[in-house]
Structure formats: C-alpha cells, structure tokens
C-alpha cells in the first residue's frame, strides 16, 4: 500500500466516505509507514521512529488518518501520534502460545552462559553484543567464567515449543535483549519472561512498558543516543560497570 499511495488515491478515499459507510482498518506494528519508500530490507522500519517531523512522510500520515489504526503498545501509540495519526486503538498482542511447563532454573557450574535466542541485527542489537562478547568471553568473575550464546552459530534453530527446552539443555543462565532501537512488543520477551532466569535488557521502547519493577531484569542502557555513543566509540566504563 505504501508504495502506492498518492494524493488522488487519498483524495478518492476521501470522497467515498461522503457517499457510502465502510472502514479501513489497519494494523500498525513498525514505522515503515514514516518513510517515502518501503523495501523489505529498509533497516527504517525500525529506527523511523527517531526521524524528525519535517522529515516523515505527510502523505502517509493523511492516509492514516483516513483509516482505523490498531497498534500493539503504548510506545507506537504516543509515536504516531505525536506525528499526527490520530485514530488509534491499542490492542495489545496475544502472544504465541508457550509450554505450559516452564524450565527450572539452571544450576552454576563453572561457566555463565548469556545467551540471545532471537536473530540479532543491528535493530536487535548486534553492535552491542559484539563488543560485550569480545570485552568479555571467556573472562573469570568471581570463580565463574562467561560465555555468550546466539542463535544460529552456537544455537541451532528451533520451533516454538521447544523454546524452553533450549534454555535447559544449553544450560543458558541470563537471556539478552540488547536492542539498538525500541521493539514496538516483542515477542521474544513474553517467552522470556515466563523462563525464570535474568534478563539483561535496554530499557527503550515498549520494553519500559512490558519489563516493570522485575528482580530478574536489569538494564543496561535506557535511551538510544547513549546507545549510539557506546557503539560508536566501542568504550564506556560506566556500561561495563553495569555490566559486570
């Protein structure tokens, strides 16, 4: 639809609504709606959020505002409207279906296995995992040694269900969401958080939302232009600090 829409498409749709009742209703989950041309490897789908107003894209907006809007969180709620999309319901996700059975905490051997069970890509934070890991794999703290896990290279793909079954048989103690820009929910997060085992997280997103006063979940960065810093200069003494 995006690349598509033109000031007579909206001025068409506009003028039906004179004459007869019907409803677009559309499901908003990322932020490709904000830029002027969408590919399904336009990394803007995530980070469009941060554009400043002049630049996101008007006839999108007009459109939307010609439309019912469903979004998933309060975060993609307050960023189309303070962009000017008005018609908005929050409907938060049902979440895939999980085990019922949840893992038993994983006993501390000698190693601390940290482990990312999503793909990791610049959105998911694969700048700051790359500099944690090279910083610390295979450091020793406290008699414990740390180990990093990702998916695909030292964890195989897996189906749904089996989601909890990974965490035991790899023994995985803490789970990452180092995300460089704000998921719009995250699903990842809902399995996550039924696991049991800490959550070391960037507090951006709707992740301030879903992730509330948790013992098991601790931030490390909470706003993206510290992000941006820190991957940029690879160095921060005081995330490490938090870190460690």
């Not at 033109?6 to 068409?12: L, V």
């Not at 209703?25 to 980070?47: L, R």
């Amino acid at each position: 639809i995006i690349n598509y829409i033109d000031k007579e498409y909206i001025k068409k749709i506009k003028e039906l609504k004179t004459s007869i009742y019907f409803k677009i209703i559309i499901n908003i989950h990322d932020f490709y709606w904000f830029d002027n041309k969408y590919t399904v490897n336009n990394v803007g789908v995530y980070k469009n959020y941060l554009l400043p107003k002049n630049e996101i894209n008007t006839k999108n907006i007009d459109f939307l505002n010609q439309c019912s809007c469903i979004c998933p969180s309060k975060f993609v709620e307050e960023i189309y409207k303070k962009n000017g999309v008005y018609e908005l319901i929050r409907e938060e996700h049902i979440d895939y279906k999980t085990l019922e059975s949840e893992p038993k905490k994983v006993i501390l051997e000698r190693t601390v296995n940290l482990a990312i069970l999503h793909n990791y890509t610049e959105y998911k934070g694969k700048d700051i995992y790359e500099i944690l890991k090279k910083k610390y794999q295979d450091k020793v703290f406290n008699n414990y040694k740390i180990n990093f896990l990702t998916l695909f290279e030292d964890i195989n793909c897996y189906y749904e269900n089996e989601y909890f079954n990974l965490i035991d048989k790899h023994k995985i103690h803490g789970l990452l969401f180092l995300n460089q820009y704000g998921e719009t929910w995250c699903y990842t997060l809902s399995k996550a958080l039924k696991t049991g085992i800490p959550i070391l997280y960037n507090n951006i997103g709707a992740f301030r939302e879903r992730i509330i006063n948790s013992d098991l979940c601790f931030e490390l960065f909470n706003n993206e232009k510290d992000i941006k810093k820190f991957t940029n200069k690879k160095f921060n003494i005081d995330i490490f600090n938090r870190f460690e």
